[in-house]
């Protein structure tokens, strides 16, 4: 696995994992995050209710330019031991005002842990809304780090309602006329213009699986 850039981030949790029976224990994860991209510079990622928005590989800077900034996330146990098959539906990646809407599993990764403990957001999520602000992962509803992801997402769901519909089109129209507004940078290059339309076109009528 190629990591080009390396983060950071490290934290010694304790969860109840009741699905291993231990509901009464208190076993010790340690959980590791590695971003492509690293998080200096933020990268801004389009979503799409039907999950055909941008991949964690085509995120952008702010100047446009399409960037990796695939999430990587290893739980071991506090002996360095790998869980595996921690369930995907059991983390996922929230903004902490609610601004950014995922359908219902829409912003899990792609995939339970495996036998190296790891699994990925590599796949677009399934989700409307928008987040200027911070954005987290969260574990069994607990916020993993408080160190936010240097990502930001928009949607041609605008109202986050989970369907791209004539309400989108119109809160569109709002935001793409008059001064810059991330919310409809939907080809995210700091600039309002035809791609963002086109972005909003291919939206129309996705809705929620
Ligand atoms: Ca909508
Ligand atoms: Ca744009």
Same mark, same amino acid.
């Given at each position: ?9 490290? @934290? ?7 699905? +291993? ?10 959980? #590791?995050?590695?971003?492509? $991209? ?9 979503? +799409? ?7 964690? =590989? ?6 446009? =330019?399409?960037?990796? $900034?695939?999430? #990587?996330?290893?739980?071991?146990? $506090? ?5 595996? %098959?921690?369930? @995907? ?13 995922? /359908? ?7 995939? !339970?842990?495996?036998?190296? %403990?790891?699994?990925?957001?590599? !796949? ?6 928008? =987040? ?14 408080? =160190? ?11 109202? *986050?309602?989970?369907?791209? &519909?004539?309400?989108?089109? %119109?809160?569109?129209? &709002?935001?793409?006329? *008059? ?15 035809? @791609?963002?339309?086109?972005?909003? @076109? ?5 809705? /929620?699986?």
């Amino acid at each position: 696995m190629k990591i080009i850039t390396q983060i950071v981030l490290l @934290a010694v949790a304790v969860l109840l994992w009741t699905n +291993l029976g231990l509901a009464n224990q208190t076993p010790c994860f340690e959980y #590791y995050i590695d971003m492509a $991209c690293g998080t200096e510079e933020p990268a801004f990622m389009f979503n +799409l209710p039907d999950g055909s928005g941008s991949p964690f =590989t085509e995120a952008q800077r702010s100047d446009g =330019t399409f960037v990796d $900034c695939r999430i #990587y996330l290893t739980i071991e146990d $506090c002996f360095g031991v790998p869980i595996q %098959g921690f369930p @995907a539906e059991d983390m996922w990646i929230q903004s902490d005002d609610g601004s950014m809407v995922p /359908c219902i599993g829409g912003s899990n990764p792609d995939f !339970d842990t495996d036998e190296t %403990g790891s699994t990925e957001w590599v !796949d677009p999520m399934f989700a409307g809304g928008s =987040t200027p602000n911070d954005v987290y992962i969260m574990i069994n509803g607990e916020m993993l780090f408080e =160190t936010p992801l240097p990502l930001h997402f928009s949607s041609a769901d605008m109202s *986050g309602d989970g369907v791209v &519909n004539l309400v989108d089109v %119109g809160l569109f129209s &709002n935001a793409f006329f *008059g001064d810059y507004n991330f919310e409809a940078d939907f080809f995210h290059d700091g600039h309002l213009n035809l @791609a963002d339309v086109g972005r909003l @076109a291919l939206g129309i009528g996705d809705s /929620c699986p």
